[in-house]
């Protein structure tokens, strides 16, 4: 019962520093990541990215058309 009691009061423990310091690196995670994703370079290769797989999309599409035709 001892090693019950001991093993409960270290995990509270550890729990409450643990989501302590997990909250604050996420929170800086997700302000890092929102900064990158606003940044003008990203919004550009996102819609290079975009561009690209809407023009794969269309020649799979033509390349299924043509299969099953």
């Known amino acids: 019962m001892r ?3 001991s093993f ?3 995990f509270g423990v550890g729990y409450v ?3 302590r310091a997990g909250r604050a690196r ?3 995670l ?3 990541a929102r900064r990158i994703a606003d940044s ?3 919004q550009g290769l996102a819609g290079v990215a975009e561009a690209q797989a809407r023009s ?3 020649r799979t599409r033509k390349a299924l ?3 099953h035709a």
Do not use: D, H, M, Q
């Open 17 to 19: 520093f643990g989501s």
């Open 65 to 67: 058309a043509k299969r």
């Open 56 to 58: 794969l999309i269309g």
């Open 30 to 32: 997700k302000r890092t």
């Open 40 to 42: 003008p370079s990203a």
């Open 8 to 10: 409960l009061a270290g």
């Open 3 to 5: 090693y019950w009691v």
């Open 26 to 28: 996420y929170e800086e």
